[in-house]
């Protein structure tokens, strides 16, 4: 059972611990310092922000991983996201997580557009939104420069129409998001 927990000021030591491990921090496009100081900062700023939103992904009441809707445009319909697994051992699950949030994306916050950019490198990801009906929008060369090196970052979309159309059976993945 999968389900999505109100990120807590309870929660950012292991989201920290989680974020600043190499298998997350490799295709983010910033490196976070390990300093609960800061940690607590951007909690504090985000915790005023209604454009973002993080939840604690929970499988069997287990925190492993942290999903989260970013730069919410009401007005425009829209949004990007970012997730990680920062418990590996639960990384089989993955690729299971994502059809709930597109269906509260676009039946819950009557979304339109949910959008995402991926790092050059992160081959699974690029794979796994196209498998949930994402179109390859762009490539925005060397966009991003990271350990001495330019990347390039992959720009991915789903509207609600198609979703909608060609995504059926994702639609009984369902779950509370608590905003």
């Known amino acids: 059972m999968i389900t999505f927990k109100k990120l807590e000021e309870s929660d950012l030591e292991q989201v920290l611990e989680w974020r600043t491990s190499e298998h997350v921090t490799q295709f983010m496009y910033t490196d976070v310092e390990k300093n609960m100081d800061n940690q607590r900062k951007w909690f504090e700023k985000i915790a005023k922000d209604d454009t973002q939103y993080y939840w ?11 999903i989260s809707l970013n730069e919410i445009d009401r007005l425009h319909r829209k949004a990007t996201f970012g997730y990680y697994i920062g418990d590996l051992t639960y990384s089989i699950i993955a690729g299971r997580i994502h059809p709930y949030l597109y269906n509260f994306v676009f039946n819950d916050l009557q ?26 929008a762009a490539t925005f060369k060397e966009h991003v420069f990271k350990n001495g090196k330019f990347y390039n970052v992959e720009y ?12 059926k059976k994702f639609h009984i993945l369902r779950a509370e998001f608590l905003l």
Do not use: P, R
Not at 115 to 122: D, F
């Open 56 to 66: 604690i992904i929970q499988y069997k009441g287990k925190a492993i991983g942290l």
């Open 111 to 136: 979304l339109n557009k949910v959008y995402a950019e991926v790092m050059e490198g992160n081959d699974g990801m690029m794979k796994m939104h196209l498998h949930y009906g994402f179109t390859h």
């Open 156 to 167: 991915f979309e789903l509207l609600s129409s198609t979703w909608e159309n060609e995504c």
